[in-house]
């Protein structure tokens, strides 16, 4: 374990084997840090704050603070954040509201600097978040999702699977998985084919795809329409399966092109 003597940790905090923690770093008395986790300089966790192996914290984040929620009174809420996440210089992430009491961010995650992470937000594993990506409260990202920078992402909307938004785009409504949208207002672009390449999809899976995206978004169906369509059929992969199914859970509406 390596604690340079200015750092400021509450004795009852729970701290992992080979942890490094930087110069002035604050960490209150309900958090827990996971072995090997590197947290640098200036860095405050605070509230009930649970941080897995292998994470590196960079300069100047906050972590755990109170939700900026004017219906929050004080409740004991937590963040959880699991492994081998980096989470660059200055990123924010507020605890929960007692709506579903936890900010929760999974596995393998990038977190660049100035982003903000609000509260009740579920970030899956792998995912990207770039330079000042902004998410207000209870958005959901799915796994292997990119967030381009200096975008905000309104409340409660969710980003599906290997999905991809543009910088600068501002997002008010879901964007469902395996597709690409950008712009303000945003607006659809098709399918992610990089990401699906990358990821090995199958020829079959990848043809799927692109006839589902094509009946949603580019028959003359309405979504009800499309979706009532593809549900007769039998023999669709799991990746469309997921696809209409994040369509038909929608509450906010989906990006159209």
Known sequence: MKIHKTALIHPDAIIGNDV??????????DVTIGNETIIGPRVIIEGTADIGKNCKIYTGAIIGNPPQDLKYKGEPTKVFIGDNNIIREYVTINRATIATGETKIGNNNLIMAYAHI????????????????TLAGHVVIEDKAIVGGLTPVHQFVRIGTLAIVGGSSRTTKDIPP??????????????????????????????????????????RLNTTQAIA?????????????????FIKESERGICKE
């Open 118 to 133: 609000a509260h009740d937000c579920t970030i899956g594993n792998g995912t990207i978040l770039a330079n000042v990506a």
């Open 20 to 29: 490094e923690i930087g110069a002035y770093t604050i960490i209150d008395k």
């Open 229 to 245: 369509e593809l549900e007769k059929e039998s023999n669709l992969c799991d990746e469309a399966r997921h696809f209409i199914a």
């Open 178 to 219: 395996y597709c690409k949208a950008a712009g303000s207002p945003i607006r659809m672009f098709g399918l992610n084919s990089v990401a699906l390449q990358r990821s090995n999809f199958s020829e079959e899976v990848k043809m799927q795809l692109k006839r589902v995206y094509k009946i949603v978004f580019r028959s």
